[in-house]
């Protein structure tokens, strides 16, 4: 009987050994799985970093300043800048397809909207969103040139930009402005006065040479002028010089003589004003050809009104012209009796009419009062050239 007590008390302990073994195993079971449970992996972010610029909600942005979207660890899969109807900005994508530039300038006063894709290397797309607005000026100011594209000129004819408003930055201007030429010439910018708004001019130092060919290029376009002001547009022109044509116009002499590339080709009797009141001297200095006039009608009030003149080539905004006057035509060549112009018979007038081009020098010599700025807005050739240069905002 003891040794079935012995038995039964053994075989307890084995039953409660195997129980707690159980237990404990069971325990480290839900330990373990409870732990997973509680740390999930965390989501990855996308890598790719997209950047535009200006940053999205720029306002008063400058709608020729740079814009672009890029991105970092990826390439862009599409992008698109769009204006407010809908229609895309043209831009280039860089070969890498890192970056989308834009490649027209931009509208004032508008809202633009990105669009568009980044995948990066990880294989995650980033969407590209995002908005600016450009600026809206106080004014924008407006050039004009006075010399048409593809147009032949004479040897001293000047670059002239004529603005419609005043330019209070004309240092910032001027470095937008560019003079290109073949052979290299050597000129300069010069501002003169303008009440109607600001004016620009280039010359070389000399005449030009004959066929120079000449490129002018102005980045206007959203340049600020200051003052509130910006630049309307860019403009761009390219010109050639003619031969060269020079007027020898020497008052004493009664007489004229018409220069073609060092050769006299016409030496006729003229009559030049008659240089008794100040209003009727011819001024001695270079003029240059302005406009030409087959039938042109002339009024210096009180003296005559609507007088048909023939074959007007004018010279200066003072009045002054080469023209026909067969009222003269006795005393040209012998004495002076115009109200300023230079008087030629009709034939000769009409000859030397036919062979003038925009820009020929005309060098009057002789009389007692010089060309000025009070003649009108071209004398750029009675100002020296030192004095020229000084004239630059860049000097």
Known sequence: MRELGIRVKRARLSVVVAALLGT???????????????????????????????????????????????????????????????????????????????????????????????VGVDGTPVPITGSFTTLAPDTRTSVRTNIADGQVVGIAAPIILQFDGPIADKAAVEKALTVTTDPPTIGSWAWLPDDNGARAH????????????????????????????????????????????????????????????????????????????????????????TEKHEDFLMSNPPYYENVRERWAVRISNNGEFIHANPLTVGVQGASNVTNGCINLSLSDAQEYFGTALYGDPVEVTGTRIDLSSADGDVYDWVIDWPTWQSMSALA
């Open 202 to 289: 280039w010359r070389p130092a000399a005449y030009w040479a004959p066929g120079t060919t000449v490129h002018v290029d102005a980045k206007l376009y959203g340049l600020d002028f200051g003052g509130g002001a910006y630049g309307a547009s860019d403009l761009s022109l390219n010109f050639s010089i003619g031969r060269s044509q020079i007027v020898k116009a020497n008052a004493p002499s009664h007489r004229m003589q018409v220069v073609r590339d060092g050769a006299t080709i016409m030496d006729i009797p003229v009559s030049y004003g008659e240089g008794n009141e100040n209003r009727n001297v011819t001024r001695s200095g270079v003029h240059i050809v």
């Open 24 to 118: 404990l195993l069971l325990a480290g079971c839900t330990i373990a799985t409870g732990g997973a449970a509680d740390v999930a992996p965390a989501a990855s972010e996308p890598v790719a970093a997209v950047t535009e610029s200006p940053a999205s909600g720029s306002r008063g942005v400058n709608p020729a300043a740079p814009i672009s979207v890029t991105v970092a660890q990826g390439t862009l899969q599409d992008a698109a800048l769009t204006n407010a109807a809908g229609k895309a900005v043209q831009g280039q994508l860089s070969p890498d397809r890192t970056s989308y530039t834009i490649t027209e300038p931009l509208g004032w006063d508008a809202t633009y909207t990105w669009s568009g894709t980044a």
